[in-house]
T-cell receptor
Framework: EDKVVQSPLSLVVHEGDTVTLNCSYEVTNFRSLLWYKQEKKAPTFLFMLTSSGIEKKSGRLSSILDKKELFSILNITATQTGDSAVYLC????????????FGPGTSLSVIP | GAGVSQSPSNKVTEKGKDVELRCDPI?????LYWYRQSLGQGLEFLIY????????KSGLPSDRFSAERTGGSVSTLTIQRTQQEDSAVYLC???????????FGDGTRLSIL
C-alpha cells in the first residue's frame, strides 16, 4: 500500500532557529513529491520535486529529494512566527491517472 | 477571484440528514480532487475527477458517500445519512489536466450533531 510518512509530527522552536522537516515515502510509480503549507484553511503550494539532488529554494525555505533513499527534507532557516503552520508532504504516483498521497503533516510552532 | 471556491464554508446538521458540498474549481482545470481532513490529521483522499469521469473512487469511505461532476466544472460531494464520524473539513482542489500542483479551496467544515 502506498504511504507517506512525516517526522516529526510536531515541533516547537524559537524565532531564528533552523528547522528540518522530513518526509519518506513508499509508492508505486513515483512521479513527484510536493510540499504544502497549511495555516488555517487551504494548503498552499511550496515546492514540487521530481529529480534527485536538485535543491529547490524560495527565500528561507529549501527542499531536496533523494529518490534512491525515498525521502525529502524541507529546511527553514531563520524561522519567523509567520512560519507557524502545518507542513504537508504529498507524493504523486500512478500511471493511468493521478494519485496523490498526503502525509500526516508536521505542525510547526515558532515562538518569539 | 480566480481560486477554488467551496460552499458552504460551514455546515452543521443533525445525524441522519443528507448533506451536499459544492466545489467550483479554477476555470480550465480539468482535474478535481476531494479530500477529508479530520482535526489534527493529514488529508485523506476521497475521489479524483478527470473531466466528468472519476477513475479512482477507492477513497470514498462508504456507500453513503458519492460525488459527481458535470460539465467538467462544478462538483458536488454528497453524504447520505450522516454520522458523527463524518465531522471533518472537506477540501476540494483542482489542477490543470491533472498536473501538479493542486490549488485548494478553503474547505467546508462539516459538524454532525
Amino acid at each position: 500500500e502506498d504511504k507517506v510518512v512525516q517526522s516529526p509530527l510536531s515541533l516547537v522552536v524559537h524565532e531564528g532557529d533552523t528547522v528540518t522537516l522530513n518526509c519518506s515515502y513508499e509508492v508505486t510509480n513515483f512521479r513527484s513529491l510536493l510540499w504544502y503549507k497549511q495555516e488555517k484553511k487551504a494548503p498552499t503550494f511550496l515546492f514540487m520535486l521530481t529529480s534527485s539532488g536538485i535543491e529547490k529554494k524560495s527565500g528561507r525555505l529549501s527542499s531536496i529529494l533523494d529518490k534512491k533513499e525515498l525521502f525529502s527534507i524541507l529546511n527553514i532557516t531563520a524561522t519567523q512566527t509567520g512560519d507557524s503552520a502545518v507542513y504537508l508532504c504529498a507524493v504523486e504516483a500512478g500511471t493511468s491517472y493521478d494519485k496523490v498521497i498526503f502525509g500526516p503533516g508536521t505542525s510547526l510552532s515558532v515562538i518569539p | 477571484g480566480a481560486g477554488v471556491s467551496q460552499s458552504p464554508s460551514n455546515k452543521v446538521t443533525e445525524k441522519g440528514k443528507d448533506v451536499e458540498l459544492r466545489c467550483d474549481p479554477i476555470s480550465g482545470h480539468t482535474a478535481l480532487y476531494w479530500y477529508r481532513q479530520s482535526l489534527g490529521q493529514g488529508l485523506e483522499f476521497l475521489i479524483y475527477f478527470q473531466g466528468n469521469s472519476a477513475p479512482d473512487k477507492s477513497g470514498l469511505p462508504s456507500d453513503r458517500f458519492s460525488a459527481e461532476r458535470t460539465g467538467g466544472s462544478v462538483s458536488t460531494l454528497t453524504i447520505q445519512r450522516t454520522q458523527q464520524e463524518d465531522s471533518a473539513v472537506y477540501l476540494c482542489a483542482s489542477s490543470l489536466t491533472g498536473a501538479q500542483p493542486q490549488h485548494f479551496g478553503d474547505g467546508t467544515r462539516l459538524s454532525i450533531l
